[in-house]
């Protein structure tokens, strides 16, 4: 007997007084041990006993207190924890979660403490910072964050610039549109702004990481990654200079308060980067649907025939051709208050009903924190003004709004964002965001939310020939790193040959038709709208529109197949028990590969979409031989796809 009170002594003593603590994940493969050394608290991460993360620093700076020194440490405890969800909306429909946790808690000299709790899967780690209330102190404003990323020297970056505050086009930034740099030493990442979220990073040959943050709401703001200093990336705040310099850079808390969780998403190859859902497994939604809300396909006029084709008779022809394609919306633009006015969109809304197509609309976000002149303005920035408008919104019938105009990560914005959507969803209307912030878990968060832009997308290859000439580029690097952590609205597929109106010369489209057909399943959003034109009916092969009359936007199940950011990337997304197998190759040579897919059943009859000669005969059927291997021929700036 004596001696089980001194075993128990012994285990109480080892979790209440050591300094360190380690949390594993569920295979044993992911680990990360947390320590107070000198009055600071690191982390480190291991995977397959490589390292992944070095010791790397913790805390955070608030008015009432300081937590990154003189840090003292007080107890650990762990747990477990075991969720399942069903999400639509994603790139997985049915997800289960198992996850070990840590709570590791430490307070500082003025004996105030701050905990720091990890959830480690097996090869996602997710971690906040809790605040409890300090005596009679019930709130605070976190001014500071230093969560650092220390990676070993042989690392490489593949990293987008955050923009800089109130610029570009009406200062409207930033906006997450920046290019990316791919395969770089860190050293070269010296951009005073920063770096946006998500951020993929190769650790030699030791496998790759993931870095994001999700579960950002009006509690907080959104925050960002700094340039390499003194060896390693830290957390940051957005800049003071953004929404025209109004509003804090940190977080206004009550307390018991948390700040959003950061993610690391490791893995020796990049199927776990591809594949996580670690934005959404430490998310809940905030708000019930008030209704089931339906996703699917759009026409929209305005990405190709542009600010000229807002009036009313061109925006009947584009919801006759969402008609003719089966699509189940058409999103009409800025202007339209102004060109065809509220009265008359009614009537517009009525004849799309008829052809049994719904609309969305296009709204400027703000009047206050930048130069944006296009209209409906002034309509979504304040509560009184915006509950009236969504009133005559569902009145008239409409099912979604495009809000556009951000810029800034403050949590003034947040707020914003959180705003539009909970009104949005008690008048039944979907929100897609535009010229905005990366959404941060928001697909589950807010169950009206379908999508965000945040990225180069289908508008700037009308813009710039910076962005035709890496078309191929970006696209295979998406599934990688912004499509990884959430939905994107691109609005692509892209069929004319010219990106104009005319179709006839300038602003030259230099991918194929196949390769915009397969980003409509490599760009994974629950809405998308296409950039397809009138003229399309009539001068693209029947085969490649019957393709998209049927390719779904929602999918069961995404399983990466091949690739490497910048170079080339095939995945498969499954949708019912039909699989869709999507590649595009950005090399500047013709690309030959054999991938297995294991998810097909040897013998299975495939529908192959090629490009090059073989397409002018359209789909090609094949049975998948009994290896379930498929050799891949791909040219550069081409795409490919396969239908079982």
């Given at each position: 007997?004596?001696?089980?009170?001194?075993?128990?002594?012994?285990?109480?003593?080892?979790?209440?007084?050591?300094?360190?603590?380690?949390?594993?994940s569920?295979?044993?493969?992911?680990?990360?041990?947390?320590?107070?050394?000198?009055?600071?608290?690191?982390?480190?991460?291991?995977?397959?006993?490589?390292?992944?993360?070095?010791?790397?620093?913790?805390?955070?700076?608030?008015?009432?207190?300081?937590?990154?020194?003189?840090?003292?440490?007080?107890?650990?405890?762990?747990?477990?924890?075991?969720?399942?969800?069903?999400?639509?909306?994603?790139?997985?429909?049915?997800?289960?979660?198992?996850?070990?946790?840590?709570?590791?808690?430490?307070?500082?000299?003025?004996?105030?403490?701050?905990?720091?709790?990890?959830?480690l899967?097996?090869?996602?780690?997710?971690?906040?910072?809790?605040?409890?209330?300090?005596?009679?102190?019930?709130?605070?404003v976190?001014e500071?964050?230093?969560?650092?990323?220390?990676?070993?020297?042989?690392?490489?970056?593949?990293?987008?610039?955050?923009?800089?505050?109130?610029?570009?086009?009406?200062?409207?930034?930033?906006?997450?549109?920046?290019?990316?740099?791919?395969?770089?030493?860190?050293?070269?990442?010296?951009?005073?702004?920063?770096?946006?979220?998500?951020?993929?990073?190769?650790?030699?040959?030791?496998?790759?990481?993931?870095?994001?943050?999700?579960?950002?709401?009006?509690?907080?703001?959104?925050?960002?990654?700094?340039?390499?200093?003194?060896?390693m990336?830290?957390?940051?705040?957005?800049?003071?200079?953004?929404?025209?310099?109004?509003g804090?850079?940190?977080?206004?808390?009550?307390?018991?308060?948390?700040?959003?969780?950061?993610?690391?998403?490791?893995?020796?190859?990049?199927?776990?980067?591809?594949?996580?859902?670690?934005?959404?497994?430490?998310?809940?939604?905030?708000?019930?649907?008030?209704?089931?809300?339906?996703?699917?396909?759009?026409?929209w006029?305005?990405?190709?025939?542009?600010?000229?084709?807002?009036?009313?008779?061109?925006q009947?022809?584009?919801?006759?051709?969402?008609?003719?394609?089966?699509?189940?919306y058409?999103?009409?633009?800025?202007?339209?208050d102004?060109?065809i006015?509220?009265?008359?969109?009614?009537?517009?809304?009525?004849?799309a009903?008829?052809?049994?197509?719904?609309?969305?609309?296009?709204?400027?976000?703000?009047g206050?924190?930048?130069?944006?002149?296009?209209?409906?303005?002034?309509?979504?920035?304040?509560?009184?003004?915006?509950?009236?408008?969504?009133?005559?919104?569902?009145?008239?019938?409409?099912?979604?709004?495009?809000?556009?105009?951000?810029?800034?990560?403050?949590?003034?914005?947040?707020r914003?964002?959180?705003?539009?959507l909970?009104?949005?969803?008690?008048?039944?209307?979907?929100?897609?965001?535009?010229?905005?912030?990366?959404?941060?878990g928001?697909?589950r968060?807010?169950?009206?939310?379908?999508?965000?832009?945040?990225?180069?997308?289908?508008?700037?290859?009308?813009?710039?020939?910076?962005?035709?000439?890496?078309?191929?580029?970006?696209?295979?690097?998406?599934?990688?790193?912004?499509?990884?952590?959430?939905?994107?609205?691109?609005?692509?597929?892209?069929?004319?040959?010219f990106l104009?109106?005319?179709?006839?010369?300038?602003?030259?489209?230099?991918t194929?038709?196949?390769f915009?057909?397969?980003?409509?399943?490599?760009?994974?959003?629950?809405?998308?709208?296409?950039?397809?034109?009138?003229?399309?009916l009539?001068?693209?092969?029947?085969?490649?529109?019957?393709?998209?009359?049927?390719?779904?936007?929602?999918w069961?199940?995404?399983?990466?197949?091949?690739?490497?950011?910048?170079?080339?990337?095939?995945?498969?997304?499954?949708?019912?028990?039909k699989?869709?197998?999507?590649?595009?190759?950005?090399?500047?040579?013709?690309?030959?590969?054999?991938?297995?897919?294991?998810?097909?059943?040897?013998?299975?009859?495939?529908?192959?979409?090629?490009?090059?000669?073989?397409?002018?005969?359209?789909?090609?059927?094949?049975?998948?031989?009994?290896?379930?291997?498929?050799?891949?021929?791909?040219?550069?700036?081409?795409?490919?796809?396969?239908?079982?």
């Open positions: 007997m004596k001696k089980l009170i001194v075993l128990c002594c012994l285990l109480i003593s080892s979790a209440v007084i050591s300094q360190n603590a380690e949390v594993v569920p295979d044993g493969k992911l680990k990360l041990n947390v320590s107070v050394e000198n009055g600071k608290t690191t982390y480190s991460v291991t995977y397959n006993n490589k390292v992944m993360l070095e010791n790397s620093p913790l805390g955070l700076i608030t008015n009432e207190g300081n937590f990154t020194e003189n840090m003292t440490f007080v107890e650990s405890t762990s747990d477990k924890v075991n969720k399942s969800y069903n999400q639509e909306k994603i790139k997985q429909s049915s997800i289960i979660y198992e996850a070990n946790t840590l709570k590791f808690t430490i307070e500082n000299a003025d004996k105030k403490q701050l905990s720091i709790v990890f959830q899967s097996n090869n996602d780690i997710a971690f906040r910072y809790e605040i409890p209330i300090w005596g009679e102190t019930m709130s605070c976190v500071k964050e230093i969560t650092g990323y220390k990676f070993p020297s042989s690392t490489t970056t593949f990293l987008s610039s955050m923009m800089s505050p109130m610029s570009g086009f009406a200062r409207t930034t930033p906006s997450y549109e920046s290019s990316y740099t791919s395969d770089v030493a860190m050293e070269t990442n010296t951009d005073k702004n920063g770096y946006v979220f998500p951020g993929l990073f190769r650790i030699g040959n030791n496998g790759w990481v993931l870095l994001s943050e999700t579960g950002v709401s009006s509690l907080y703001n959104a925050s960002h990654l700094s340039s390499y200093t003194n060896g990336y830290s957390v940051e705040y957005p800049d003071v200079k953004t929404n025209n310099g109004f804090s850079v940190g977080a206004q808390v009550g307390l018991p308060g948390m700040t959003p969780w950061r993610t690391i998403t490791v893995g020796e190859t990049l199927k776990p980067i591809v594949e996580t859902t670690i934005s959404y497994d430490v998310v809940d939604p905030l708000y019930e649907a008030s209704q089931d809300y339906k996703y699917g396909r759009g026409s006029s305005w990405i190709v025939w542009q600010d000229a084709s807002m009036n009313y008779e061109d009947v022809k584009y919801i006759d051709l969402a008609a003719a394609m089966n699509f189940e058409i999103l009409i633009d800025a202007w339209w102004k060109n006015g509220y009265d008359r969109m009614k009537e517009l809304i009525q004849y009903k008829s052809k049994g197509v719904d609309v969305f609309l296009w709204y400027n976000s703000n206050i924190v930048n130069d944006a002149f296009q209209t409906p303005k002034d309509k979504m920035n304040t509560s009184i003004v915006r509950k009236n408008e969504m009133k005559w919104l569902k009145e008239a019938g409409v099912k979604g709004l495009k809000v556009d105009f951000f810029g800034g990560d403050k949590q003034e914005t947040m914003l964002y959180e705003d539009i909970s009104d949005a969803n008690d008048y039944g209307l979907m929100i897609i965001f535009h010229g905005a912030t990366l959404p941060r928001w697909e968060m807010y169950p009206n939310f379908v999508g965000s832009e945040a990225v180069i997308a289908s508008e700037m290859l009308i813009f710039t020939q910076d962005a035709r000439n890496k078309e191929s580029y970006y696209a295979s690097l998406h599934p990688f790193i912004r499509n990884s952590v959430a939905s994107m609205e691109f609005g692509g597929v892209l069929l004319n040959k104009n109106k005319g179709n006839t010369r300038g602003q030259e489209r230099l194929t038709n196949m915009q057909l397969a980003t409509s399943v490599l760009f994974q959003n629950p809405l998308q709208m296409f950039a397809l034109t009138p003229n399309n009539e001068d693209t092969p029947a085969y490649q529109l019957d393709f998209l009359r049927t390719v779904p936007t929602t069961d199940e995404t399983v990466f197949i091949d690739g490497y950011p910048g170079k080339h990337v095939v995945l498969a997304r499954r949708h019912g028990d699989w869709y197998i999507a590649g595009v190759n950005a090399n500047k040579e013709t690309l030959k590969i054999k991938v297995k897919l294991p998810m097909i059943s040897a013998g299975d009859e495939l529908n192959i979409y090629a490009d090059g000669e073989q397409s002018k005969n359209g789909v090609i059927t094949s049975k998948l031989k009994k290896n379930q291997e498929i050799e891949l021929t791909i040219p550069t700036n081409g795409g490919v796809l396969i239908v079982n």
